[in-house]
């Protein structure tokens, strides 16, 4: 029979503090319902609460930035941003087509009536 090695305690550690920073930014940052989080860890609700507990008091700055951080972008909110994304897409659309058609307007005017539109307006 072959020994495994020991996990130090410091990895135990880290293990731990990383799985709570998850579970804490799943719930506060990503939104997932409790639901959500029991059923995809493996948690049972007092353990879940506990964890939320225990992060909140030992890291209260991370803490805070991770509350904020969610409360920032909820999905109404990114929903919007999406709309505002895709109306300036296609705005900006519609100002590249006036700009190249009002050079193609400029080249055609000196081509044809041999006059020079960008410098007409200015003396």
Known sequence: MVKQPKE?????DANRINEMKEIYELHYV?????????????????VYYKILRTFASEYPE???QMKKKGSEIV???YRKLLEEVST?????KNEKLRADFY???VAFGKEVYGIDLKKAGTK
Not at 30 to 46: M, N, P, T, V
Not at 88 to 92: D, R, S
Request: avoid cysteine.
């Open 75 to 77: 999905p109404d909110d």
């Open 30 to 46: 990503h939104h997932l319902q409790e639901k959500e989080i029991l059923s995809q860890r493996g948690l049972k609700r007092g």
């Open 103 to 105: 050079e193609e307007m």
């Open 8 to 12: 130090s305690r410091y990895s135990k």
């Open 88 to 92: 300036l897409k296609t705005e900006l």
């Open 62 to 64: 991370l803490a805070d």
